[in-house]
Nanobody
Framework: QVHLMESGGGLVQPGGSLNLSCAVP????????MGWYRQAPEKQRELVAT???????RYGDSVKGRFTLSRDNAKNAVYLQMNSLEFDDTAVYYC????????????WGQGTQVTVSS
């Protein structure tokens, strides 16, 4: 079982910045997709950003131009730089990892709270 180590959540003012990190122990291989999803209370989980091992990045429409996802394959880690944060960015952010071996597996972090408040 792959355990995802998340960090970086917290409280920030509107317009501020925050950086989230997610790392996986190096012994786990075949990590095809890494990224972040988020879920606000009473709302559906939504894509924030994901990156393939080859560097293809997808962003959710609501964060394009404000968030930047980067991936460090050597560290089995992915980082989400969040700028120009808005009230609607408040959510629990979950690291997501797809591992493709003989089968395709999906793993989720426990979640880290991001709260944007004045």
């Amino acid at each position: 079982q792959v355990h995802l180590m998340e960090s970086g959540g917290g409280l920030v003012q509107p317009g501020g910045s925050l950086n989230l990190s997610c790392a996986v122990p190096g012994r786990f291989t075949g990590l095809t997709v890494m990224g972040w999803y988020r879920q606000a209370p009473e709302k559906q989980r939504e894509l924030v950003a994901t990156a393939t091992s080859a560097g293809k990045i997808r962003y959710g429409d609501s964060v394009k131009g404000r968030f930047t996802l980067s991936r460090d394959n050597a560290k089995n880690a992915v980082y989400l730089q969040m700028n120009s944060l808005e009230f609607d960015d408040t959510a629990v952010y979950y690291c997501y990892v797809q591992q493709k071996l003989a089968f395709e597996y999906e793993y989720w972090g426990q979640g880290t709270q991001v709260t944007v408040s004045s």
